[in-house]
């Protein structure tokens, strides 16, 4: 009798644990607010502002080793620089669509050089439905609908999905094409099913 009822106790238990991870993403929303990604340390309006200074410096060594002045062809690199790592380029935008009436989503997808010449995927103004499991895949389908669509001529999966809501960044690995990706594609990995997709351009 008490073995019977610890097998009892012991499935309730079980099955109530499933269900808590299956079906509280429906009703909790997890909020990410991440800022854009930094490739690099820039230099400060200050820094550059000494720099400008400096070539004003006679161009001597003194005793207590006052540093050469800075020519003007090294500051112009320098703000070259500044100017690369404030500003990425975006490679490929796409906005995220439902896939059905519920499984929905929102907001833009964009792929981004950095001045470093590395890739990142960023989120901004995102939301969708929430779900157990959900991860961020690239795919050479376009608006793939099943596994099958997402992983014809080819996917890459990126990482678990940070939030179902907020701006976020996901880094791509450097021997990742990115030109060959045409989607982003939020997929329930337990399940086999397609969240929202948006198409790369």
Request: hydrophobic share 40%; with cysteine.
């Amino acid at each position: 009798m008490n073995n019977k009822l610890l097998i009892t106790v012991a499935v309730i238990v079980l099955v109530l644990i499933a269900g808590w991870y299956l079906l509280s993403p429906l009703f909790i929303d997890e909020v990410v607010d991440e800022g854009f990604p930094d490739s690099g340390a820039a230099l400060t309006e200050d820094e550059l502002k000494i720099m400008e200074e400096a070539k004003d410096m006679p161009d001597v060594v003194v005793d207590d080793g006052m540093p050469k002045a800075i020519e003007d062809s090294e500051l112009d690199t320098v703000k070259d620089e500044q100017i690369k790592i404030k500003e990425p380029v975006a490679l490929s935008t796409g906005k995220f669509v439902d896939v059905d009436s519920i499984h929905r989503g929102s907001g833009d997808a964009t792929i981004y050089e950095l001045s470093d010449g590395s890739h990142v995927l960023r989120f901004e103004n995102f939301s969708v439905t929430n779900g157990p499991d959900l991860r961020v895949i690239l795919s050479a389908n376009e608006s793939p609908k099943n596994k099958s669509e997402v992983q014809d001529d080819g996917f890459v999966m990126l990482e678990k999905l940070k939030g179902n809501k907020g701006n976020q960044n996901y880094n791509i690995p450097a021997e990742v094409d990115v030109s060959k990706y045409k989607s982003v594609v939020i997929y329930c990995y337990p399940f086999n099913v397609v969240f929202s997709t948006a198409n790369l351009k």
